[in-house]
């Protein structure tokens, strides 16, 4: 999936140990993991994607060197005021309201 954004979901039983080998800003190729598909019924996606990564206890993280990779840590989707009202009353994916202001000059 080159250049797209996709969420990985983490169950807790792996947690523990994946907490640590993670480090946010570090580029990292992994193995042993699932990916899933999203059903009709799921609820509070991240990412409006039809499939997750699914880490497990099997999961093996190994650190690359980034050589010069550039991967936003942040990404956002936008969308017009108008469409607020529909994204607050949906649960099929997670929305959120970022509001930014400059100081006057």
């Known amino acids: 999936m080159q250049g797209q954004r996709i969420h990985a979901f983490v169950p807790t039983k792996a947690a ?3 907490q640590h080998q993670i480090i946010i800003g570090r580029v990292f190729s992994f193995k042993n993991f699932t990916v899933q598909s999203y059903t009709h019924s799921d609820k509070f996606r991240v990412l ?3 499939s997750q990564l699914v880490f497990s206890k099997d999961t093996v993280l190994q650190e690359l060197a980034d050589d010069g990779v550039t991967i936003p840590q942040d990404a956002y ?17 997670l929305a959120g309201n970022y509001i930014i202001s400059s100081p006057p000059n």
């Not at 009202?85 to 649960?91: A, G, P, V, Y």
Request: glycine share 0%; proline share 0%; net charge negative.
């Open 16 to 18: 523990a140990e994946l």
């Open 77 to 93: 989707d936008f969308y017009d005021h108008s469409q607020l009202l529909e994204l607050s009353n949906q649960t099929t994916y």
């Open 48 to 50: 409006r994607n039809e």
